[in-house]
């Protein structure tokens, strides 16, 4: 069945970086776009960054553009999220999702969110 | 980016109660709306999308409808295991929002 598990998280200071990576597993990694959402503690689900399944577009939100990336290694069935410049408000359970569209068939759109990651703690404090 | 709003924000409920969650887009998004459920400490599960299609393995008193810029989920009968917290996501563009969510507890 499909698997996803992240890495990456921990205690850093703010304006510092971080790299979180999640490892996909149970299905054809390169035929799906992926995603980070994210969610503070005690608030409601944010979506941070998508990527199409060959890699080749990402898109953001309004909150990270310009200080995360998202990108992904189709050789070793993993994406990350390198985030920069980090501040208190992006302390939040990450979590890795699957897109639900197959990209090997006839239409391929990034759409919702059908398998997800048990999420990784990132906690940006001095 | 387009704005997701949903009412209420909590809701007490008894089981065997028929729910309905209300989520509002600020624009229309035709039908590219998702529904998701969370337990507390645990990640979300996708339960409807494109406004009213259910997810498979989700049982079938969870349904949706709606389009344009205003959407209904419903749980037909309420049971114990359907306490959590719902979002709605919008897929409109690739700039992905959610709802804020409405809490789901027992009266």
């Known amino acids: 069945q499909v698997q996803l598990v992240e890495s990456g998280g921990g205690v850093v200071q703010p304006g510092t970086s971080l790299r979180l990576s999640c490892v996909a597993s149970?299905?054809?990694?390169?035929?799906?776009?992926m995603h980070w959402v994210r969610q503070a503690p005690g608030k409601g689900l944010e979506w941070v960054a998508g990527?199409?399944?060959?890699?080749?577009?990402?898109y953001y939100g309004d909150s990270v553009r310009g200080r995360f990336t998202i990108s992904r290694d189709n050789s070793k069935n993993t994406i990350f999220l390198h985030m920069n410049s980090l501040r208190a408000e992006d302390t939040a359970v990450y979590y890795c999702?699957?897109?639900?569209?197959?990209?090997?068939?006839?239409?391929?759109?990034?759409?919702?969110?059908?398998?997800w990651g048990q999420g990784t703690l990132v906690t940006v404090s001095s | 980016d387009i704005q997701m709003t949903q009412s209420p924000s909590s809701l007490s409920a008894s089981v065997g109660d028929r729910v309905t969650i209300t989520c509002r887009a600020s624009q229309t998004i035709a039908t590219y709306l998702s529904w998701y459920q969370q337990k507390p400490g645990k990640a979300p599960k996708l339960l409807i999308y494109a406004a009213s299609s259910l997810q498979s393995g989700v049982p079938s008193r969870f349904s949706g409808s709606g389009s344009g810029t205003d959407f209904t989920l419903t749980i037909s009968s309420l049971q114990p295991e359907d306490f959590a917290t719902y979002y709605c996501q919008q897929s409109y563009t690739s700039h992905f929002t959610f709802g804020p969510g409405t809490k789901v507890d027992i009266k």
């Open positions: 999702a699957r897109d639900a569209v197959d990209c090997s068939g006839s239409t391929c759109h990034l759409d919702r969110f059908d398998s």
């Open positions: 149970g299905f054809t990694f390169n035929n799906y776009g």
């Open positions: 990527i199409w399944y060959d890699g080749n577009d990402q």
